[in-house]
Nanobody, 125 residues
Framework: QVQLVESGGGLVQSGGSLRLSCAAS????????TAWFRQAPGKEREAVAR????????KYLDSVKGRFTISGDNAKNAVFLQMNSLKPEDTAVYYC??????????????????WGQGTQVTVSS
């Protein structure tokens, strides 16, 4: 079992920044794939960024490239999402998720085995 707890969400003005944290227990994040997803009201959950083994490889949603950065801290067993230049369209509940699978594209929600409870990010215009 892997437990994930997100924090760091909140209300911010357009152009502002937030840093989301995902603290894990039950498994070292350095050995798994970890991703941040988001889901806005009435929309499907979408992958925003993912990191392999806390740093070997990263991937980003096109609309957040250059603004968001995913990183990991093995000592803290945590993954972070630094979000800069936030836009109203970034408003959503953000979820941290991990996959224990040995292979895959790791971009679809169905490939992830454990999820956090989510943290709300609201960007005002």
């Amino acid at each position: 079992q892997v437990q994930l707890v997100e924090s760091g969400g909140g209300l911010v003005q357009s152009g502002g920044s937030l840093r989301l944290s995902c603290a894990a227990s039950g498994r070292a994040l350095s050995s798994v794939i970890t991703a941040w997803f988001r889901q806005a009201p009435g929309k499907e959950r979408e992958a925003v960024a993912r990191i392999i083994h806390n740093g070997q490889s990263t991937k980003y949603l096109d609309s957040v490239k250059g603004r968001f950065t995913i990183s990991g801290d093995n000592a803290k067993n945590a993954v972070f999402l630094q979000m800069n230049s936030l836009k109203p369209e970034d408003t959503a509940v953000y979820y941290c998720a991990t996959s224990l699978r040995p292979y895959g594209g790791f971009w679809a929600a169905s490939e992830y085995d454990y999820w956090g409870q989510g943290t709300q990010v609201t960007v005002s215009s």
